[in-house]
């Protein structure tokens, strides 16, 4: 490390965070040592020369005095042109550049005239933008505050063809980055509410469209300018993601016991300024149109919207009249009518709404709960509206309980968004489902509150959240029943995507789970299944994929069966061995040794139904054909009826090419002659996917599981195995079972973010379950296996 980014580490380093003040003193010290050093260059590199009206100036976050410990300089050497050549130029810059690579500062430099700011400004966007920031480091100030001047007007005069120029590129910048609130890694500079975001609040204000949010938004840019500080800092690098790998790290260097508090806390600021950026956003287009040319007075458009509020420029407003309004009723009719309308709230009427209302009584008024209803119903509105009511507090003065839960953060590999989030586009997917259920308000609720309970400590979190709901539902006013039906949903509305994902359909004991967590009612059923179904959709492509909506439709087919049994039954292929009867064509071909293979397509995903004769290591062989052939087992159920068994296994296939029935036909051929040909190409699969060792692994999940499923079935032993994945490892499991004298009933496969949890149904060559002794066996044969 070179002396001057030891310097800057020092300035702003670890020993900095651990004394007394604040990032911004620290800032302010870093801002100090840059202009010196900076500035004893320049004196060293202009020494014995004539410069005036020459001068060295900084952009970007040098420029604005907040950079980081690590952040690059963005510097430009600014001259009139008049004074010295364009070689005299060059070899100053070169003097001044040439330093600051030597002592490893990374460096982006241009050496422009007043009139070349200018035209880079107008033909470059980003450049525009940054030279607003533009400072005096070195040299003649006045050439700089002439740059500034002259880039600044243009940019005022320019405004309004540069506002939807610069609206664009956000959303493309947006896109590519996602949105810093929702990201378990966030990309801390360019995500949506990052700090370049704070960049664009300042450029629209230098405009004159818009005034440039303060208070909240400060204390939110400081934050974010403290975390990516601390990112410097613990990872020695110039780099603005917070990566999984330094929440420890960067949460103790701030002070944070849980690293979990500080991505609340970056949610929070990341919302604060993505809130503020698109309300700016809106206003500075309100205020271009307010700019054209109009005969007369500009009147406002107010389009009447109901209970006083208008649609006005885009956004609900309260009418004149209203301002004073007292009604504790009107935050929620502002909000239903703004969702339905998919508008937001304009900020004057959310601050107005929140300071100048009463609040709701306890318990809530019939009509409050009617519109609370409508609210949830309103679709993907919602989202926008929630969030606006959500920054003025107005949500946690309806439910204290969602303080706990906003901004949460989830590691879970299949979740997408916050928990706040997550609960409000469950909502937002379930307002799809409402006509299959009979209590659509019920369903909302439940989709509100099924993860309120993920709160820090809670190790069951639908345990935990099924008291929080019904004290919610208590203060809502609702019935002692409603209550009742939206508790069980909450404590509940992970066992059917568990049940079908994880244990085998056709086992009685598997229905009978279902059954008991709805009490047997058809119409809870109903609720819990499309409540299952949002919270899966909400969650994103990993929690529903198209082979987990087949299992669960399965699993809604069977218990359906069970609580109404005048619901027909669907037929499947080879429905009748499931019956217990082997037809007897397919008896002559097994005999003939030519196994049935038979493949349906479902959307995005296969079933491969398969009948052969049985015999020892059959499921292995069937793993690893499938695995050869690059397909992604899901879940497999396993029949065997009079020496025929009948596999039904359900794939994806990551490469999209539909799997080929004759060539899985012919694999299974001579896997049962004893040749293993067919499963040449998983070799090669396994040797371009080499696992690291646990030890150089960061984060490393830990040693494989084993673990024995009590009370699951009556008929197997229900084995759950988890491990971390590599392909073939279902023919390895398949291979283990079968020498240790096992068979496989069922099989039941996910995996997540690399770790799979597969479930498997065992029992002896005779059918019956293993005793202990044998299960303790099998449980050491397979650990060992997933070791590898």
């Not at 069980?488 to 598997?510: F, K």
């Not at 196994?595 to 059959?618: F, K, M, N, Q, T």
């Not at 759950?720 to 009933?745: C, I, N, Q, T, Y």
Request: glycine share 10%.
């Amino acid at each position: 490390m070179t002396d001057v980014a030891a310097r800057r580490l020092d300035l702003a380093g670890t020993r900095a965070f651990e004394q007394a003040g604040s990032g911004l003193e620290r800032r302010r010290r870093l801002a100090e040592f840059n202009h010196e050093w900076l500035g004893e260059l320049w004196a060293e590199a202009v020494r014995g020369q004539r410069v005036e009206g020459v001068a060295l100036a900084a952009v970007g976050s040098v420029g604005r005095g907040d950079a980081g410990p690590l952040s690059d300089y963005d510097l430009v050497l600014l001259h009139y042109g008049r004074t010295l050549s364009t070689d005299e130029v060059t070899r100053l810059a070169d003097r001044i550049w040439y330093p600051i690579w030597d002592a490893g500062v990374r460096l982006d430099h241009s050496v422009r005239t007043v009139n070349q700011c200018r035209t880079v400004a107008a033909e470059d966007l980003t450049a525009a933008v940054g030279l607003l920031d533009i400072a005096p480091v070195a040299g003649d100030a006045e050439v700089v505050a002439a740059a500034r001047a002259t880039v600044s007007h243009d940019w005022r005069a320019n405004a309004r063809k540069r506002l939807p120029q610069l609206t664009d590129a956000m959303a493309v910048r947006h896109h590519r980055h996602g949105d810093l609130a929702q990201s378990i890694e966030p990309e801390l500079k360019e995500a949506h509410g990052g700090l370049r975001d704070m960049t664009v609040l300042s450029a629209l204000a230098e405009a004159w469209l818009a005034d440039r949010p303060r208070g909240e938004v400060d204390t939110a840019y400081g934050l974010l300018l403290d975390v990516r500080d601390a990112v410097h800092v613990v990872t020695g690098r110039g780099r603005d993601r917070l990566g999984r790998e330094d929440h420890d790290a960067v949460a103790a260097l701030l002070g944070y016991g849980d690293p979990d508090d500080l991505l609340a806390d970056v949610s929070d600021a990341g919302r604060a300024i993505a809130y503020a950026l698109d309300g700016t956003v809106r206003r500075a287009g309100q205020s271009q149109r307010a700019r054209v040319l109009r005969v007369g007075p500009r009147r406002p458009q107010m389009t009447p919207l109901g209970y006083g509020l208008f649609e006005s420029d885009g956004e609900v407003v309260l009418g004149a009249g209203r301002v004073g309004e007292t009604d504790p009723h009107l935050p929620l009719r502002a909000a239903v009518v703004a969702a339905a309308a998919n508008l937001p709230i304009s900020p004057t009427t959310l601050e107005n709404l929140a300071t100048k209302c009463a609040d709701l009584p306890t318990p809530w008024t019939p009509l409050a709960r009617g519109l609370f209803s409508d609210l949830l119903a309103a679709g993907p509105g919602l989202v926008t509206v929630w969030e606006g009511l959500d920054q003025q507090g107005i949500i946690e003065r309806w439910l204290p309980e969602w303080a706990a839960v906003r901004s949460r953060p989830q590691r879970n590999a299949v979740h997408r968004h916050t928990v706040d989030r997550h609960l409000i586009e469950t909502v937002v997917h379930a307002t799809g489902l409402v006509r299959g259920v009979g209590r659509a308000d019920l369903l909302l609720l439940a989709a509100l509150l099924h993860d309120i309970g993920k709160v820090p400590g809670a190790r069951d979190h639908s345990a935990a959240g099924a008291p929080v709901a019904e004290a919610v539902m208590r203060r809502l006013g609702h019935t002692e029943a409603d209550v009742e039906v939206v508790t069980s949903l909450v404590r509940e509305h992970l066992t059917l995507i568990e049940l079908a994902t994880r244990r085998d359909h056709s086992d009685p004991r598997t229905i009978d789970a279902a059954v008991a967590a709805v009490s047997g009612d058809r119409d809870r059923f109903d609720l819990l299944l499309a409540l299952t179904e949002a919270d899966a959709v909400a969650a994103g492509p990993k929690a529903w994929t198209d082979w987990r909506a087949a299992l669960l439709a399965q699993l809604a087919t069977e218990v359906r069966a069970r609580l109404d049994p005048s619901t027909p039954a669907v037929a499947t292929p080879l429905a009748d061995v499931g019956q217990g009867v082997v037809p007897e064509p397919l008896v002559r071909a097994l005999a003939a040794g030519e196994p049935h293979v038979e493949v349906l397509s479902h959307g995005g995903s296969y079933r491969i139904d398969i009948a052969d004769r049985d015999r020892l290591g059959l499921f292995a062989d069937t793993a690893g054909l499938l695995a050869a052939e690059g397909l992604v087992v899901r879940t497999a159920i396993l029949r065997t009826v009079d020496g025929v068994a009948v596999n039904e296994w359900h794939v994806e296939s990551p490469s999209g090419n539909e799997p080929e029935q004759p060539r899985l036909h012919r694999g299974l051929v001579r896997l049962a002659t004893g040749d293993r040909g067919p499963l040449g190409l998983l070799d090669r699969r396994r040797q371009f996917a080499a696992r690291p060792s646990r030890e150089s692994t960061i984060g490393s999940p830990g040693q494989p599981r084993a673990l024995v499923v009590p009370g699951a079935s009556d008929e197997a032993t229900v084995l759950e195995v988890r491990a971390e994945d590599r392909p073939g490892l279902l023919h390895e499991l398949g291979m283990a079972f079968a020498k240790s004298g096992v068979s496989v009933r069922s099989a039941h496969i996910a995996t997540y973010a690399g770790q799979t949890l597969d479930t498997f149904y065992v029992t002896d060559f005779s059918g019956r379950r293993l005793d202990p002794g044998k299960v303790a066996q099998v449980v050491a044969v397979i650990i060992d296996t997933c070791d590898g």
